[in-house]
């Protein structure tokens, strides 16, 4: 185990993407395997000192920058313990990079579906936010793919939750084997049925794996995985399509989700803002209104349906992979942006301020409508880009000063009051973490929050687990 207490070797584990300045840490704790982390939470649960679990950096809600105590960082337990080829399953340490997941299934042409962009992130991080990526459209986010976990409580005890095993009862109810107490789930809400990874996860019956998965690191301290994986996806192309105007855009969409000529893997939005962001990496975008990012599998039937489609649509100009370079550089096109706009936030000095909404199918175009409209007439500069196809665009605000912050916040809040009533959610795939706890209550309510508290202290009685993660610590 290594431990690190100067202040100079602490503070690259006070950052993430969100731009968080106020982390604080008295110690890194960086243990080799399990054993070391039980004796580490159980330490810090004699001293009542604060955990905070520490991934792969790649967040944007500042869950892994704490505010007090000490951290726990998994960077060493690293090792993919096996990939069984047959069962289509793979066992990871919490500390996997996705990166090297993903170039170690190759050998096996097998795939992880739900890898997020950013591949530099951890496998526990991305269950712990319920993350999603690029194909998420086709496959969905990393719940429907988690099939077991190990977990440290904060009583030392080390918990192995399989799917399948522990429900919900009708009173919301789960006995666990190994506790002596009946664990609890949330009774008194449903999260919503949009792709969402905001506060516990709730639903009626629910297994108990799915109230870890999006957690935020509040529960314990996940040590080990297994996940379900899928046969290599065959041969790709890329395809972005630049509109003159947004006129006809929501029609496309339409017969893309309905019609049944075309199915891709990727369906993505850029606004001319947020092509704006791209020009210095790819100087060849034309003058447009937006873009469409889409991805499917190369096949001479697919892209004749392509074709075929948008030849109805006036269109500024049409790009298409040719061959493995090409579409190389095509997936940096989506890649690059979030990394220009998280650079961008840490050049204007100010904490993400961005907007991580879905909405149900049936009311995406009043949002998608409402955006245009705040857009066109805020004088803060702005972008909108996202999974179009799952009605979850990110609507992020770059604010100058502290008037135009506030500004953007009570902007966000208006937006997010008409979302929640929409039957969306606060947070689509980022989660909450420390800067999103208003939006949170907005959603569910003193109530609910209440009853994630109370799950909190029946799970993690010494309360020592990712505080201020989800609501404030001052609740427990």
Known sequence: MIIKKLQDEIIGYLEDSSNFCEGKAEAVYIPENEDEIVEIVKECAAKKMPLTISAGGTGTVAARIPLQGAILSIEKLNKIIGIDKEKKTATLQSGVIINDFLKALEAGNLFYPPFPTERTAFISGNISTNASGEYSYRFGSTR??????????????????????????????????????????????????????????????MDLIDLFIGSEGTLGVITEVDVELIPALPPRFIMIIFFPNED??????????????????????????????????????????????IEDEESEDRLDAWLNLIENYELVDTWMSKDEKSYREFVDFRHKLPENINEYFKKIKSTKLAIDAAVPENVFPDFFALYRSIQKESSIQTV?????????????????????KAVAVRTFEDILRKEIAAGGTVSAEHGIGKLKHKYLEMMYGKNGITEMVRVKKEIDPYCIFGLDNIFPAKLL
Do not use: M, Q, W
Request: net charge neutral.
């Open 384 to 404: 909108r880009f996202g999974h179009i196809g799952e009605n979850h665009l990110h609507f992020n605000f770059f604010p100058k000063n502290e008037d135009e």
């Open 144 to 205: 429907k793919y988690v099939k077991r976990i190990r977990i440290v409580l904060s009583t030392g005890r080390v918990l192995e939750i399989p799917r399948g095993k522990y429900f919900a009862d009708s009173n919301g109810y789960i006995e666990v084997s190994g506790l002596e107490e009946k664990i609890v789930s949330v009774p008194n809400y449903i999260s919503p049925s949009v792709k969402s990874s905001a506060g516990y996860f709730s639903r009626p019956g």
């Open 248 to 293: 006809r855009l929501l029609e496309f969409l339409e017969l893309i989700k309905n019609g049944d000529r075309v199915s891709p893997f990727s369906l993505e939005y850029f606004d001319s803002n947020s092509l704006g962001f791209l020009k210095k990496d790819f100087p060849n975008i034309p003058e447009c209104a937006c873009a469409i990012y």
